[in-house]
C-alpha cells in the first residue's frame, strides 16, 4: 500500500532519541491499542499484557533507526503484534494449554455480572472463531483500521479480507444468537 | 463512469465491513452512497442489521492499561545517549533479578508477581534477536 505521511514518524524517531515527551506521548497513544489488540486476539488479559509490552519492546528497538517505507509506524506494530499474538495462539495448540474458566463472581458481583453478560458472550463468540477472521474483525472493527491497512497488517488481497471479515461476522451471528437461545433471552 | 452499485455487492460491503459506510474501502463509498441516495428504503435496512452487529460487537469488554505495563513499557524506552536497543535489556535484566532476589528474600511470598517477570523475561529472551521482525522500510 502506499502509506502517505506516517502521523507517528517524527515521534517514533525523537523516542528513539529518548526524548521522554515524545516516549509518553507514544505510549500513550499505541499501548492501549497493542494491548485491545491482543486481548481480543488472546481472550487473556495477562496474556495481552505480555505481548503489549513485548511489541512496544521491539518499537524502543526499531525506534533510533526508524524510517517510514512500505509501513507506516502503525502498521508495522500492528503486525508485530498479530505475529506475537500468532504464535502464543499456536504455543496453545501446541501445548494444549486451555484458558481457566472464569472464576466464580465474588459476592455483590452478580449485578456487575449481568451487565458484562452481552460482552462476555460476545469475548466467548470472539475466542470461538478461526484466528484469521477474528484478527480481521479486531483489526477492522475494534482497530478502526481501514480496509486496504488491515489487509496490509494481514498480508492478504482486499477480497480475501473481505471474505474473513464476512465470515466472521455471519459466525458471530450465529454464535451470539445460539447463546442467547441457550440462555433463554431468544 | 462505472457501473452502479448493485444492491447485491451493497450487502456484502455491509455484511463484510458493518454497517457505517465511513469503514468500507474507500474506493466503493462513493458508489454506496449513490445507492442509498436511489434506494434509502432498502439500503437502510440493510445497514439496520449490520449496525445490530456493530452495537453487540461494540459491548465486548477493553482492556484498560495497568499502570505497571504502562510504567514497564516507559522505563524501557531508549534513553537519550544510550546505545540503540540496550536500555530494554538492561531494564529487563535487572527487573527479572531484582524479581528473583526479592522473591527469595521473601519465601516466594509474591510468587504470582515473581513468575510473570520470568515469564515476561523468558519470552524476551526468547523471542528477542531471532524474531522475525516485519519489514521496517521501503
Known sequence: MSPGRDPDEDLVRRAGRGDPAAVQALVARKLPRVLNLAGRMLGDPAEAEDVAQEALLRAWKQAPGWKSGKARFDTWLHRVTLNLCYDRLRRREITGVQLPDRADPAPGAHEEMQARQLGVRVQAALAALPERQRSALALCHFQEIGAMEAADIMGVSIEALESLLARGRRRLRELLLETAREEGLA | ?138
Not at chain 2, 442509498?36 to 460487537?57: I, S, T, Y
Open chain 2, 1 to 138: 463512469m462505472s457501473k452502479p452499485m448493485t444492491l447485491e455487492r451493497f450487502a456484502a460491503l455491509a455484511e463484510a465491513f458493518g454497517g457505517r459506510v465511513s469503514q468500507w474501502p474507500h474506493a466503493e463509498r462513493a458508489d454506496a452512497e449513490c445507492l442509498m441516495a436511489a434506494d434509502p428504503k432498502v439500503a437502510e435496512r440493510l445497514l439496520f442489521e449490520a449496525r445490530q452487529l456493530d452495537a453487540a460487537l461494540m459491548e465486548a469488554p477493553t482492556f484498560p492499561v495497568p499502570n505497571a505495563l504502562r510504567e514497564a513499557v516507559i522505563a524501557a524506552a531508549p534513553k537519550a545517549g544510550a546505545r540503540a536497543g540496550g536500555a530494554a535489556w538492561w531494564v529487563f535484566g535487572a527487573g527479572w533479578a531484582t524479581a528473583a532476589v526479592a522473591g527469595v528474600a521473601l519465601g516466594l511470598a509474591g510468587a504470582a508477581q515473581l513468575t510473570n517477570d520470568m515469564k515476561v523475561a523468558a519470552a524476551w529472551s526468547e523471542y528477542g534477536p531471532a524474531y522475525e521482525i516485519p519489514e521496517l522500510t521501503g
